[in-house]
């Protein structure tokens, strides 16, 4: 071997340290000194002492030779590995790639977007499952009881559900007669009605300066009326239609909700990380504790004004006082404005009857409303739903303003429930930081 070789040899093995010789390599001669020239690494590469023999030097374009202990100037480290990957190793993934992390934001954009759209047009099959498990989760309580009556919950589920039909069926019966019979009496009465508009001084003074009386009998014999009217109708008609169908909806999903709750309820905790499972269930337990007796109190209220409003009306006599009795009832569900608009309502038709009745329905109302929100709705809500009354009105309003009255109805109860996370979870929390 020459001179100029050997020093060669010296100056790559000076740049590129040998392994340590182990097993056969600790015999010595030619073939230990080849072997650590042929195991020279660059520098940082890290091979394991037990994988010299993966590692070659090769002249470009030329095969390797294992033999030959020189190592030619010019030369190259070569892993075989390399030869198993016809096109070279890969590079390093693109991890700080702008354009990757351009395209990625992007896509997470455009996937919440898609996400948004969807939940919009969704929304109101959305709501209706919502308000079905809100009322499934407010007669539960009720179950429960008839449950504790040596009932199964099948049979008290039938009970339950049977009440709430018959609660609508008589509503509807109770509204629909005096609807009918109040425009049956307006369309016969309509050319009285007519007739006393052109006798009057003002309408016929209004008439001879505008023409008024002229161009409404011209837009009624144009045929622009009866389009409208028509219209109207199949307005009217939709949405009656679509009433209907969100009440079979709704009584529908609620059945299947109150007969599968507890399922429901398990398979939902079961999601939750078992360590955590136990305070989780408690928590929820309560919420829901909280939701059916808001809904049952309610009910409650809603229930004692209506039979209080019927005797009251009856009493005095005043038409339609069934109607008038539910019609208050059901509008009594609604926070803060509902037992106002039931009132007004029945104070109307009281004033139709005559002053003096008209009056007494105000003065009734008013009393009425102080005993229901000092007397009666303190003691309904007392051991179900401790909610302060600042609460009350932001939980209704943010509701009502979000979701109509349905999110007023719904804005009480999860606000409480809000407010007991809050204090059995974010409380403790920070007074442990």
């Known amino acids: 071997m020459s001179e100029s070789g050997g020093s060669e040899r010296a100056e790559i093995s000076s740049v590129f340290p040998p392994f340590p010789a182990t097993g056969d390599d600790a015999g010595g001669g030619a073939g230990a000194e080849g072997s650590s020239a042929g195991t020279a690494t660059r520098p940082g590469a890290e091979p394991s002492p037990g994988d010299r023999s993966t590692v070659a030097w090769l002249q470009d374009g030329e095969a390797p030779d294992p033999g030959d202990g020189d190592v030619p100037t010019g030369t190259r480290k070569v892993d075989p590995k390399d030869h198993e990957q016809p096109f070279g190793r890969p590079g390093r993934p693109l991890r700080n790639n702008p354009f990757l992390f351009g395209l990625t934001a992007a896509l997470g954009v455009l996937t919440a977007w898609l996400m948004v759209q969807a939940i919009a047009s969704a929304g109101s099959a959305l709501l209706l499952i919502v308000v079905s498990l809100f009322l499934a989760v407010g007669l539960n309580p009720a179950v429960e009881a008839l449950q504790r009556r040596n009932l199964s919950r099948r049979l008290a589920?039938?009970?339950?559900?049977?009440?709430?039909?018959?609660?609508?069926?008589?509503?509807?019966?109770?509204?629909?007669?005096?609807?009918?019979?109040?425009?049956?009496?307006?369309?016969?009465?309509?050319?009285?009605?007519?007739?006393?508009?052109?006798?009057?001084?003002?309408?016929?003074?209004?008439?001879?300066?505008?023409?008024?009386?002229?161009?409404?009998?011209?837009?009624?014999?144009?045929?622009?009326?009866?389009?409208?009217?028509?219209?109207?109708?199949?307005?009217?008609?939709?949405?009656?239609?679509?009433?209907?169908?969100?009440?079979?909806?709704?009584?529908?999903?609620?059945?299947?909700?109150?007969?599968?709750?507890?399922?429901?309820?398990?398979?939902?905790?079961?999601?939750?990380?078992?360590?955590?499972?136990?305070?989780?269930?408690?928590?929820?337990?309560?919420?829901?504790k909280q939701i059916g007796g808001y809904v049952a109190g309610n009910l409650i209220i809603s229930l004692i004004a209506g039979v209080v409003t019927f005797i009251f009306l009856a009493l005095l006599k005043v038409p339609y006082a069934l109607a008038l009795a539910i019609f208050v009832a059901v509008?009594?569900?609604?926070?803060?404005?509902?037992?106002?608009?039931?009132?007004?309502?029945?104070?109307?038709?009281?004033?139709?009857?005559?002053?003096?009745?008209?009056?007494?329905?105000?003065?009734?109302?008013?009393?009425?409303?102080?005993?229901?929100?000092?007397?009666?709705?303190?003691?309904?809500?007392?051991?179900?739903?401790?909610?302060?009354?600042?609460?009350?009105?932001?939980?209704?309003?943010?509701?009502?303003?979000?979701?109509?009255?349905?999110?007023?109805?719904?804005?009480?109860?999860?606000?409480?429930?809000?407010?007991?996370?809050?204090r059995e979870v974010v409380f403790p929390r920070q007074e442990r930081l």
């Open 157 to 288: 589920i039938t009970i339950v559900f049977l009440a709430v039909i018959a609660f609508f069926v008589g509503f509807g019966l109770a509204i629909v007669p005096p609807l009918t019979d109040q425009t049956t009496g307006f369309v016969q009465h309509l050319p009285e009605y007519l007739q006393q508009l052109q006798n009057h001084p003002f309408i016929r003074t209004v008439d001879q300066r505008y023409q008024v009386l002229e161009k409404l009998q011209q837009y009624v014999t144009s045929g622009g009326l009866a389009s409208q009217m028509f219209g109207g109708l199949l307005g009217v008609a939709s949405v009656v239609i679509s009433a209907l169908f969100s009440g079979l909806t709704i009584l529908v999903l609620t059945l299947y909700f109150l007969g599968s709750l507890n399922s429901i309820k398990e398979t939902g905790y079961r999601l939750v990380p078992r360590s955590r499972r136990t305070r989780v269930r408690l928590l929820s337990d309560e919420i829901i």
């Open 331 to 422: 509008t009594d569900l609604i926070p803060m404005v509902g037992a106002v608009v039931g009132a007004a309502v029945a104070s109307g038709v009281g004033f139709l009857s005559s002053v003096q009745v008209g009056i007494a329905c105000v003065v009734f109302f008013v009393v009425y409303q102080q005993i229901e929100n000092y007397v009666i709705s303190p003691r309904v809500f007392k051991s179900s739903v401790d909610v302060p009354p600042i609460a009350t009105i932001i939980g209704a309003l943010l509701g009502g303003a979000l979701l109509g009255i349905v999110g007023a109805l719904l804005g009480i109860p999860l606000a409480a429930a809000a407010l007991l996370l809050t």
